[in-house]
């Protein structure tokens, strides 16, 4: 799952090489709220890279009581790292050096979808892996034309099953796409 713009950008933090770290706020809407919250479930867990669960510890758990907030505090967060000890925001743990054998492991399990937020360079190595079975996409009614993009240059062409979509009130469009495979 991912806050998009037309152009491909995911990035949101502010620094000095992106001014434009608020640029999804004025999209914000209950409508928006409530269609991320279907999208990810009631009950979900998180794989998260190791520099968005560091973004997202700074910020969630000061979040305060809403319907994400305690959703994304509950949820187990799985991340890749190489630093699995200093995962203070729990629940967590690492998934290990082979991040792909993980996944699939945690897969055959009975617990809850696994959600990935951002992340980029884990999104492209689960999606070369097969590993993606939805791809949900909140495309905002913006060009940002530089940032972090969801998708690495060197991922292979896939093809993704158009699922269906939803707009809110604010022209932001949640889209989703079931993985399909590799492009014919």
């Given at each position: 799952?991912?806050?998009?713009?037309l152009?491909?950008?995911?990035?949101?933090?502010?620094?000095?090489?992106?001014?434009?770290?608020?640029?999804?706020?004025?999209?914000?809407?209950?409508?928006?709220?409530?269609?991320?919250?279907?999208?990810?479930?009631?009950?979900?867990?998180?794989?998260?890279?190791?520099?968005?669960?560091?973004?997202?510890?700074?910020?969630?758990?000061?979040?305060?009581?809403?319907?994400?907030?305690?959703?994304?505090n509950?949820?187990?967060?799985?991340?890749?790292?190489?630093?699995?000890?200093?995962?203070?925001?729990?629940?967590?743990?690492?998934?290990?050096?082979?991040?792909?054998?993980?996944?699939?492991?945690?897969?055959?399990?009975?617990?809850?979808?696994?959600?990935?937020?951002?992340?980029?360079?884990?999104?492209?190595?689960?999606?070369?892996?097969?590993?993606?079975?939805?791809?949900?996409?909140l495309?905002?009614?913006?060009?940002?034309?530089?940032?972090?993009?969801?998708?690495?240059d060197?991922?292979?062409?896939?093809?993704?099953?158009?699922?269906?979509?939803?707009?809110?009130?604010?022209?932001?469009?949640?889209?989703?796409?079931?993985?399909?495979?590799?492009?014919?």
């Amino acid at each position: 799952m991912a806050h998009i713009s037309l152009d491909g950008v995911i990035q949101h933090e502010n620094d000095a090489q992106f001014t434009h770290g608020d640029w999804t706020t004025p999209y914000r809407t209950p409508a928006g709220l409530a269609a991320v919250l279907e999208a990810q479930g009631r009950r979900f867990d998180l794989l998260l890279g190791r520099r968005t669960y560091d973004l997202w510890a700074g910020y969630w758990p000061n979040a305060g009581d809403t319907p994400i907030a305690n959703g994304i505090n509950t949820a187990t967060k799985y991340v890749a790292t190489h630093r699995p000890d200093s995962l203070v925001w729990g629940p967590a743990q690492g998934v290990g050096p082979d991040i792909a054998e993980a996944i699939r492991a945690l897969k055959a399990t009975a617990g809850p979808d696994l959600v990935v937020w951002g992340s980029t360079t884990l999104t492209s190595a689960l999606l070369d892996a097969g590993l993606v079975d939805e791809v949900v996409l909140l495309t905002y009614p913006v060009l940002l034309g530089q940032g972090k993009r969801l998708f690495s240059d060197s991922i292979t062409a896939r093809e993704l099953a158009f699922v269906g979509s939803q707009a809110t009130p604010s022209g932001v469009l949640v889209s989703t796409y079931r993985y399909v495979g590799a492009l014919q």
